[in-house]
């Protein structure tokens, strides 16, 4: 019989594996890519201008008509110049109101939407749907009963009017806003808090409350920054200088032959930044508080 002799097993060269990438990562797919590149761009259009307007506010008066984008000469003293020209009392008349309108828009706005949440009396849909009608009229359409309105009570040229008008049409908004975020709410957890000997108030701010707290951002933040901006009321109801928010004061920089460019962009400036801290901070909830109700 022959032998039969068998080969030593050859040694095959040893292939690396290309690194692929970390384990529990995945690569992100072309929808993912094409939707955050086009929220990019979005972004920065809106953007865009806020940039124009800071770049702008710290060119010289002789540099405006560059054709550069960035300034030659960099003017901070333009900043500086707000707070000497009179526009800080602006801009404190602009904080009063904004901050006086949002806290009678929540005095009224909270009892409203928690009752109209809690408790199915008659006419409660009719009331809703009122509510959100008023959300339809326009403070411009309706200026010349404004002004007579509060000519007849001795409000004109006061900071209370201006409050009672963005309170009220901001009114809308937040109910619709609370009302949702108050009905997504269980209202097991009120009748554990009634069984731990808290009444209806006591269960009302330990419990229901503090849970609807983004719906209470929300409604305070589109409050405040609708006060904020507020410019055709303002203009019609205010004629002291002292008296005038800033988005009207502002207007003084543009005059019948020249705008004060510089001057009003670093007044514009000024006025965002405060929005933009405010929003910034809270942003997380605004989220919270208009997703309320979407997802059951």
Do not use: C
């Amino acid at each position: 019989m022959m032998a039969v002799t068998t080969a030593p097993p050859t040694t095959s060269p040893r292939h690396h594996a290309r690194p692929g990438p970390p384990a529990g990562r995945r690569m992100p797919g072309l929808k993912t890519v094409v939707v955050a590149a086009a929220a990019y761009l979005i972004a920065f259009v809106f953007l865009f201008p806020y940039l124009v307007m800071l770049l702008t506010s710290l060119r010289p008066q002789d540099t405006l008509r560059e054709a550069t984008f960035l300034p030659s000469e960099w003017e901070w003293s333009n900043l500086a110049n707000f707070w000497t020209s009179g526009l800080a009392g602006n801009l404190m008349v602009t904080l009063k109101v904004a901050a006086g309108s949002t806290i009678l828009v929540l005095l009224v706005a909270l009892p409203a939407a928690y009752y109209s949440a809690r408790h199915d009396f008659r006419g409660r849909t009719a009331f809703l749907i009122l509510v959100l009608i008023t959300q339809m009229f326009q403070p411009t359409a309706m200026l010349v009963g404004i002004y007579r309105e509060f000519y007849q009570f001795g409000l004109v040229d006061s900071i209370w009017s201006l409050i009672l008008v963005n309170g009220g049409f901001n009114l809308a908004f937040a109910v619709w806003i609370l009302n949702a975020y108050f009905s997504s709410i269980p209202r097991e957890l009120e009748e554990a808090a009634f069984i731990d000997g808290n009444g209806r108030f006591g269960a009302l701010f330990r419990v229901t409350l503090p849970l609807a707290m983004p719906g209470v951002i929300t409604a305070l933040i589109f409050t405040f920054i609708a006060a904020w901006n507020e410019f055709v009321v303002a203009l019609t109801l205010t004629t002291t200088p002292a008296n005038q928010p800033l988005t009207v004061a502002l207007n003084s920089f543009i005059g019948q032959y020249q705008v004060d460019w510089q001057n009003l962009f670093a007044g514009s400036v000024i006025a965002t930044i405060p929005v933009i801290l405010l929003f910034a901070l809270i942003e997380r909830k605004v989220v919270g508080g208009l997703t309320a109700g979407s997802i059951k």
